[in-house]
């Protein structure tokens, strides 16, 4: 089954982790979608790819968000997505990641930032998602607990 891991920020550990806190006002700092077999969709200011994460995805700071509405098939097509979106070598969606503090919804097909491409890569699946206005680790966190909680 799928799941989206969504990262809760530890101030701590970083002055980026930080800077996320402020501009997006949210205690989560990072989303990936990670496929059946482990592979995830990795997208941090340092390093961009489909790839299994090394270190996993048990630790404390990780909550998983399963996905069981989406069927083996959706997840087929939704990991060939990924892979053409990663085919053309992306950049970090700086710009955009931070443009929702501000009001702005802007989007660039070359580049992307965490939260931007799980929703791209869920929209057509999770209908829900396409409401969010700025997909921030945080609102596609509530988003997605939200419909969850719903089905149980």
Same mark, same amino acid.
């Not at 994460?53 to 399963?66: A, E, Q, T």
């Given at each position: 089954?799928?799941? #989206?891991?969504?990262?809760? +920020?530890? @101030?701590?550990?970083?002055?980026?982790?930080?800077? =996320?806190? =402020?501009?997006?006002?949210s205690?989560?700092?990072?989303v990936?979608? #990670?496929? /059946?077999?482990?592979?995830a969709?990795?997208?941090? @200011?340092?390093?961009?790819?489909l790839t299994k994460? *090394?270190?996993?995805?048990?630790?404390?700071?990780? =909550? *998983?968000?399963?996905l069981?509405?989406?069927?083996?098939?959706?997840?087929?097509?939704?990991?060939?997505?990924?892979?053409?979106?990663?085919?053309? +070598? @992306?950049?970090?969606?700086?710009?955009?990641a931070?443009?929702?503090?501000?009001?702005?919804s802007?989007? +660039?097909? /070359?580049?992307?930032?965490?939260?931007?491409? #799980? =929703?791209e890569?869920?929209?057509?699946?999770?209908?829900?998602?396409?409401?969010?206005?700025?997909?921030? @680790?945080?609102a596609?966190?509530?988003?997605l607990s939200?419909? #969850?909680?719903?089905?149980?």
């Open positions: 089954m799928m799941y #989206v891991a969504v990262l809760i +920020n530890d @101030p701590d550990r970083s002055i980026f982790a930080s800077l =996320v806190r =402020v501009f997006t006002k205690i989560a700092t990072h990936e979608l #990670v496929f /059946s077999d482990g592979l969709t990795i997208v941090t @200011p340092s390093w961009m790819e994460r *090394k270190d996993g995805y048990s630790s404390y700071r990780w =909550v *998983k968000i399963p069981d509405m989406i069927s083996t098939t959706d997840e087929f097509y939704i990991r060939k997505y990924a892979e053409e979106i990663y085919s053309k +070598n @992306p950049k970090y969606d700086y710009l955009g931070v443009s929702g503090y501000f009001g702005s802007r989007q +660039n097909a /070359s580049k992307w930032y965490c939260g931007e491409l #799980v =929703v890569l869920l929209r057509g699946y999770i209908p829900k998602l396409q409401e969010i206005s700025w997909a921030t @680790p945080d596609l966190w509530r988003t939200e419909i #969850v909680d719903k089905k149980q």
